[in-house]
Nanobody, 127 residues
């Protein structure tokens, strides 16, 4: 049974930083697709960043490039998202995601092909 449990969300002022963590069930690193998605109220869920387990290749949406960093620690069974220079537009519920369903979504950040989701952690950025 795959479990993804996020933590690290909270409230921060614009320009601040947060680091999200995702605790991963053991033995799930066989899939290549790992990432973070977010959903703001009234908006669709969007991919933020992804990392391929086999290649280590990362993908970011344009709005977070240079500010967010995705990483993984297989020894600790964890996935991370370091978020710096946070902006008001980053306010959303952030979800850890894993598993390639029909296609590998590391490059496309296609949420329709995510197999497993965490419960989400709220990030609120204020001015």
């Amino acid at each position: 049974h795959v479990q993804l449990v996020e933590s690290g969300g909270g409230s921060v002022q614009a320009g601040g930083s947060l680091k999200l963590s995702c605790a991963v069930s053991p033995y799930t690193w066989s899939t290549n697709c790992w990432g973070w998605f977010r959903q703001a109220p009234g908006q669709e869920r969007e991919g933020v960043a992804s990392i391929g387990f086999r290649t280590g290749r990362t993908t970011y949406i344009d709005s977070v490039k240079g500010r967010f960093t995705i990483s993984r620690d297989t020894a600790k069974n964890a996935l991370y998202l370091q978020m710096n220079s946070l902006q008001l537009a980053d306010t959303a519920m952030y979800y850890c995601a894993a598993g390639c369903r029909d296609i590998d979504w590391v490059e496309s950040l296609d949420s329709d092909n995510v197999n497993y989701w965490g419960q989400g952690t709220q990030v609120t950025v204020s001015s």
